[in-house]
């Protein structure tokens, strides 16, 4: 007689945060959050961003906006993006939701 195994539970997705602050800044000399010019001290470092409250913050919109351009991202991937299926249009959205959080970062 053959044992049911209890199902492995899901590992929950880690992004390697490490991966991401090594990206070149948006603008090289100016914070990835506030836009204010970096201190010398972090410009020679290499840094995105100008303090610990913007690295944090910009985590936190990060991972918000991620979260929602993933789902649309599956969607569109599951169906191609054709007529008549939930995937259609999906692109086009993804590309206005980029710009309302371009516009949004610059207001």
Not at 43 to 60: D, E, G, L, P, V
Not at 70 to 97: F, N
């Amino acid at each position: 007689m053959q044992t049911l195994k209890a199902p492995q539970s899901a590992k929950r997705a880690t992004i390697d945060r490490g991966d991401v602050e090594r990206l070149p800044a948006m603008r090289p000399g100016f914070c990835d959050h506030c836009q204010n010019a970096l201190p010398k001290s972090a410009i020679n470092h290499h840094s995105r961003f100008c303090s610990s409250a913007c690295r944090q913050t910009w985590w936190k919109i990060a991972k918000l906006r991620g979260a929602k351009l993933y789902y649309h991202l599956m969607v569109w991937r599951g169906h191609r993006g054709r007529k008549g299926t939930p995937g259609a249009g999906r692109l086009g959205m993804i590309s206005s939701m980029v710009d309302r959080f371009i516009q949004s970062d610059r207001e």
